[in-house]
T-cell receptor
Framework: DSGVTQTPKHLITATGQRVTLRCSPR?????VYWYQQSLDQGLQFLIQ???????AKGNILERFSAQQFPDLHSELNLSSLELGDSALYFC??????????FGEGSWLTVV | GQSLEQPSEVTAVEGAIVQINCTYQ??????LSWYQQHDGGAPTFLSY????GLEETGRFSSFLSRSDSYGYLLLQELQMKDSASYFC???????????FGSGTRLQVQP
């Protein structure tokens, strides 16, 4: 158990819909990261927050957005969903930026 | 930006030693880490190198050479449970998100 909690674990939704993925980082970690992993693909960095502020942005689509709240939990919002958005979405947290700890991921299936 | 290259697949037998290489091209490189991911699971941290040399953690060791922009993960006394994907990842001086390699799928055979 990494200490990073993600909900929901599985989600099936239709094209065009919007979903929100939630992440609670490890206690004391100020940085939260979101990664996307499609089938047999690597880990694509989406976005990073540090203590409530956006720190870095990766290959995140305009249809996707995220935020980190004062209690440090984070949400990733995915809208106008397409079939190609089906993937495993990981949240990770870190205290020093060199070692990050992943949650178990949220499996999103768009049908 | 940063990019990392690692082999896509490696096969080895139980009890053997395997080395997974990673070369990187980065700006502001700070350190190299390694993660293990079993199918359907979350990546888990294995090892981290900020300085040149070898770091040993049980059966796993990791090596970094900054001058060569190169590192490797060494797995000894391979077990069937070591069959997984292994990712190298680079951190930068700005403490921004790790950039991951595309992963090496290790298959351990009896």
């Amino acid at each position: 158990d990494s200490g990073v909690t993600q909900t929901p674990k599985h989600l099936i939704t239709a094209t065009g819909q919007r979903v929100t993925l939630r992440c609670s980082p490890r206690s004391g970690d100020l940085s939260v990261y979101w990664y996307q992993q499609s089938l047999d693909q690597g880990l694509q960095f989406l976005i990073q927050y540090y203590n409530g502020e956006e720190r870095a942005k990766g290959n995140i689509l305009e249809r996707f957005s995220a935020q980190q709240f004062p209690d440090l939990h984070s949400e990733l919002n995915l809208s106008s969903l397409e079939l190609g958005d089906s993937a495993l979405y990981f949240c990770a947290s870190s205290v020093d930026g060199n070692t990050i700890y992943f949650g178990e991921g949220s499996w999103l299936t768009v049908v | 930006g940063q990019s990392l290259e690692q082999p896509s697949e490696v096969t080895a037998v139980e009890g053997a030693i395997v080395q997974i290489n990673c070369t990187y091209q980065t700006s502001g490189f700070y350190g190299l880490s390694w993660y293990q991911q079993h199918d359907g699971g979350a990546p888990t941290f294995l090892s981290y190198n900020a300085l040149d040399g070898l770091e040993e953690t049980g059966r796993f060791s990791s090596f970094l050479s900054r001058s060569d922009s190169y590192g490797y993960l060494l797995l000894q006394e391979l077990q069937m449970k070591d069959s997984a994907s292994y990712f190298c990842a680079a951190s930068d001086t700005g403490r921004r998100a790790l950039t991951f390699g595309s992963g090496t799928r290790l298959q351990v055979q009896p």
